[in-house]
């Protein structure tokens, strides 16, 4: 392999990929990088078994075509010592290359990349479907702080992509509330789903750059790819079958309160700070044109309580949650203002953003009550 190319857009390339290089693992192989030198293109490879990203980019020249394995952390931390400057890479034994530029250069050891672990993809069965960049950012945003961490139900760990022919549906629940995002620009051909753990969610979230149009996802049973820009993430799926959110979305609750969003949330956060710290519990009190947020505890003499005024209608209510949960989802809500249906203090509360905002806020949520003394 021998080729010369910009020092920033080879390292702009690594970290594109590095978020797959793994802290710790018994393959040592997947301590590196994967360089396959193909006509003027270099592709990138990061893997650690569960997770692979790929990228290419453009090479100045390239005189040897070849692949090898490079230590990732190594070329790395090279890489960013160096100002711009074109950079020359060569093997020069079984077992080494030299990294060269201007005015030095390092030799380093590499490994042969039929080492490397093979990356299993989809197979022949896969689906396809194109996922506008932004609204899967906004999905996976808008719904992974929900996921679980359940050993027992693997499912609850990850995001469910719920697609229909006439909108998807991202779903994440931990048990205490669950958070659906539909997404009425994504229609699939026929009705399929699946399961992304919330790691490579939030990788994906974070490698998805603000230029991308669109996102190519293609998925089987067992495995999905990402494809977008000269970025290729692939990724095992979980394996499960996920629980029917539908059926406990509640549709009949007729308790109703319109509030400010941003109102109740730092009303929230005020009187949280008094609650009890191991169980976060904070108290509604529902009555005609008013809501009165309470919180206790009793171990260190602490209390608060604040009134707002706002439309509420239905029977007068008393109604406990975790205000850490509570918290979560009004701040990961963007409407102005919203609604929030009570049927009593035992079930359920659904948040919904307000009638007028209901096209542009694609969130809703369902939190679960606590008991209350």
Known sequence: MKLNISSTELLR????????????TALPILENFLFVLKGDSLQITASDSELTLRTEIKVDSADEEGSIAV????????????????VRIQTISDSSFECGWASGNSVLP??????????????????????????????????????????????????????????TTLVASDSHKLICYTATDVQAAEKSSFILH????????SIIGKNEDNVDITFDASNVV??????????????????????????????VLRID????????????????????HIKFDLRDGQLEVSAQDLGFAL???????????????????????????????SCNSLIVKFA??????????????????????????????
């Open 198 to 205: 919330k790691k490579p969610a939030a990788v994906l979230r």
């Open 303 to 333: 209390s608060a309580y604040e009134k707002v005024l706002c439309d509420y209608s239905g029977e007068d209510l008393a109604i406990g949650f975790k205000s850490t949960f509570l918290t979560e989802i009004l701040s990961n809500m």
């Open 344 to 373: 009593d203090s035992k079930r359920a509360a659904l948040i919904l953003p307000s009638e007028d905002e209901a096209e542009t806020e694609k969130i809703c949520g369902i939190i679960m009550p606590i008991m209350i003394s």
């Open 261 to 280: 969003r941003s109102l109740l949330l730092n009303t929230v956060r005020r009187v949280a700070v008094c609650a009890n710290k191991a169980s976060n």
């Open 110 to 167: 590499y490994f042969p990349a039929d080492d490397y672990p093979e990356i299993k993809t989809t197979g022949e069965d896969a689906i396809h479907i194109v996922f506008p960049a932004q609204t899967l950012v906004d999905g996976i945003a808008g719904t992974i702080y929900a996921t679980a961490d359940d050993e027992i139900r693997p499912a609850m760990n990850g995001i469910f992509f719920d697609m229909d022919t006439g909108s």
């Open 226 to 255: 990402f494809s977008f820009g000269s970025t290729t993430m692939v990724c095992r799926l979980v394996v499960g079958k996920y629980p029917k959110y539908r059926d406990v979305i509640p549709q009949n609750n007729s308790n």
């Open 13 to 24: 390339g690594l970290m594109e990929v590095s978020k797959a290089i793994p802290a710790k």
């Open 71 to 86: 230590p990732a952390r190594h070329m790395t931390d090279l890489l960013k010592e160096l100002p711009d400057q074109p």
